[in-house]
């Protein structure tokens, strides 16, 4: 069987990737813009790197199936770069969110929503990483370990602190493991 797909499933399977890669973005970035920014840049890698793209035996032509952990990686990738290169520019950014103030009705939620991506921000981006791969987009510890290149065990490591860290923000306490 030619594991090699042409372009035009290639850019089908990224394109039907879209969605679940903005949602990993925007749990990753500060903003919905750098949210469309990191995946437009991750995408330009993806078609850049199409040639070499093969869809592995056990995904049996499933090009969807092969794609996904590829594309998360890339994005991963991208995020990573542009991390490294903007330390500081994101902890000014994390000093400028605004502070949220009383507010009653229907913009609870919305108030919660916001902490909640505040401090998923404030975690490191190793943490983070885990547990936007884990907990938002549903993939397993084996398969988040694979895409970051750590053991499992690493993996299952930062997302129990990655949780432990949220729910101290909240005021909560995680029993130890």
Not at 48 to 54: D, L, M, N, T, Y
Not at 58 to 67: F, S, T
Not at 107 to 132: D, F, G, T
Not at 138 to 149: D, F, P, R, W
Request: proline share 5%.
């Amino acid at each position: 069987m030619d594991r090699h797909i042409t372009d035009d499933a290639l850019r089908d399977a990224i394109a039907a990737c879209l969605p679940e890669l903005r949602a990993a973005a925007r749990l990753l970035t500060a903003s919905r813009a750098e949210a469309d920014d990191l995946v437009q840049e991750a995408v330009l890698r993806m078609l850049r790197g199409a040639a070499g793209f093969v869809v592995a035996a056990e995904h049996a032509g499933d090009v969807r199936a092969a794609l996904r952990p590829w594309a998360i990686a890339v994005l991963r990738n991208a995020f990573r770069e542009g991390w490294r290169r903007r330390k500081r520019e994101q902890a000014q950014l994390a000093l400028r969110l605004p502070a949220e103030d009383g507010r009653s009705g229907g913009q609870e939620s919305v108030a919660r929503m916001r902490n909640l991506a505040r401090a998923i921000a404030a975690l490191p981006p190793a943490l983070r990483e885990a547990l936007v791969l884990v907990g938002a987009q549903g993939l397993g510890h084996e398969q988040a370990a694979a895409i970051c290149a750590v053991p499992v065990g690493t993996m299952k490591a930062r997302v129990a602190r990655a949780r432990r860290q949220l729910a101290r923000s909240f005021g909560l306490d995680l029993p130890q493991p």
